[in-house]
């Protein structure tokens, strides 16, 4: 499976940037889908999961209320909304792929720079 993320860019504080991962190969309706975001200096972090059963999501308490996390498998994207973006949200952001809960995420894409101005 190879996972492609896009959609990142400048926006000032208080905007709002969707995050596309696309991917292509296997069977993506079988995956857990995971966004997480490194900033310049910082250790990469966890963002949110959207699960392959029942689509469950779960967020990271910087982001819960702000970001949501959905997927289409007729398309093979999940999608990472983000509004009211802060400057501390300023990061890469990557899209990751695992089978099971708890196990290891298996399946990286390439980061995309989102960069929210004050």
């Known amino acids: 499976v190879q996972l492609q993320a896009y959609g990142g860019g400048l926006v000032q504080a208080g905007g709002s940037l969707r995050l596309s991962c696309e991917a292509s190969?296997?069977?993506?309706?079988?995956?857990?889908v995971g966004w997480f975001r490194q900033a310049p200096g910082k250790e990469r972090e966890f963002v949110s999961v959207?699960?392959?059963?029942?689509?469950?999501?779960s967020y990271a308490d910087s982001v819960k209320g702000r970001f949501t996390t959905s997927r289409d498998n007729a398309k093979k994207t999940v999608y990472l909304q983000m509004n009211s973006l802060k400057p501390e949200d300023t990061a890469v952001y990557f899209c990751?792929?695992?089978?099971?809960?708890?196990?290891?995420?298996?399946?990286w894409g390439q980061g995309t720079l989102v960069t929210v101005s004050s």
């Open positions: 990751a792929a695992r089978f099971f809960d708890n196990s290891p995420y298996v399946y």
């Open positions: 190969g296997g069977t993506f309706s079988s995956l857990s």
């Open positions: 959207i699960r392959w059963s029942g689509g469950g999501t």
